[in-house]
């Protein structure tokens, strides 16, 4: 299956990952482009594939990207190969996306799954992105103002995980849960891309 998780910056999109692929979990983790900068610790190849906007625009021209969008200032991109090639091998796919991304690969992908993973509350949420230490006192107001749109468009996504403070193997196992459950659904989901 191809299955999209989204949700706010800060929300805890990434550990929720982390720890499945911890916990060997079957899956394959597309590795998305970006035009941004790597934050300190993030590796080319492995967080993301950091390319230059010329590079970008290549991606984009060749058609090698299921989506892109600009997000924060930067260009992020969802490569296409590595899609056919895990779904090939008989893997399940999950594709990290902000909102905007998700709509997109919905529209293009309709069988995609599509999880959404919501703070408990905006106070946490705050508390995780000052915690990140990566982004300016502007930037953290601005991704909390988007936070609260991005919450309110939760509704159209197929499932909504909360993934609560110090809770983080709650929030894996129901993931789990759900990719499982669907997985065995009759008739499956057929993907094209």
Known sequence: MIVVLSGPSGVGKDAILERMAELNYPYHFVI?????????????????????????QELIDSDELIEHAEVYGNMYGVPKQQVRDALAA?????????????????????DALLIFVMPPTLQSLQKRLEARGVD???????????????????????????NHDDRLDAAVQEMIGIIDD????????????
């Open 182 to 193: 669907e997985s065995e659904r009759d008739p499956p989901r057929v993907f094209d891309l």
């Open 136 to 162: 300016a006192v502007e930037a953290i107001t601005i991704r909390r103002s988007k936070a609260i749109d991005e919450m309110n468009d939760a509704d159209w996504f197929d499932y909504t995980i909360v």
């Open 90 to 110: 008989g893997q399940h796919v999950m594709i990290r996306v902000d909102v905007q991304g998700a709509t997109r690969i919905r529209q293009l992908v309709s």
């Open 32 to 56: 998305t482009a970006t035009t941004r900068d790597p934050r300190p610790g993030e590796v080319d190849g492995v967080n993301h594939y950091f390319v230059d906007k010329a590079r970008f």
